[in-house]
């Protein structure tokens, strides 16, 4: 059970990311996800007595919020998604983890490995935004794959072989 604000506060650290991630693949409104993800914290600080499992509390408020918001937005009263929802749980977690090292690379390595994964952008176009040589965007994107490739293969195999 959950009984001290010292308790929540761990909580959020350790899901506030994933639920977040767990929401997006429902809905594509960030503020709409992080006020879902939000007053799920409210409804577990609400009911912190009662609360035994927290993780599988969060995960389910968090999903049962985003039917609501669905509803209200799209009269949907399902969500609109075939994978299972704790395969979803699953999968958030591990683009948590994986964004949390993204996070964690320098500046512009970062910046210049999101261009090219996420943005799908040619190093020559990424060369010319940031006022760079490709060779040094070669080398920043090798670095950055270096550091990822050090993390535990589960986040390593999602983010190069997710389609």
């Not at 995960?59 to 395969?87: M, T, W």
């Not at 699953?90 to 490995?113: H, K, M, N, T, Y």
């Not at 190093?123 to 006022?131: F, T």
Request: hydrophobic letters at 40%; one cysteine or more.
């Amino acid at each position: 059970m959950m009984g001290s604000v010292k308790d929540i506060e761990h909580s959020f650290k350790l899901y506030y990311r994933q639920l977040c991630i767990y929401a997006l693949h429902f809905t594509e409104d960030m503020g709409a996800v992080e006020d879902i993800v939000q007053d799920a914290f409210v409804g577990l600080w609400e009911r912190k007595d009662e609360v035994r499992d927290v993780k599988s509390y969060l995960y389910a408020s968090v999903r049962n919020k985003c039917i609501s918001f669905l509803n209200r937005q799209q009269g949907a009263d399902e969500l609109p998604e075939d994978i299972p929802s704790e395969e979803l749980e699953d999968r958030s977690e591990v683009e948590a983890r994986l964004w949390f090292a993204i996070d964690s690379l320098p500046e512009r390595r970062r910046q210049v490995l999101l261009m090219s994964k996420r943005d799908g952008m040619k190093y020559e176009d990424i060369a010319y935004m940031l006022g760079i040589s490709v060779h040094t965007v070669r080398n920043q994107i090798s670095k950055a794959l270096r550091a990822l490739r050090e993390l535990p293969f589960k986040i390593y195999s999602f983010f190069f072989c997710a389609g």
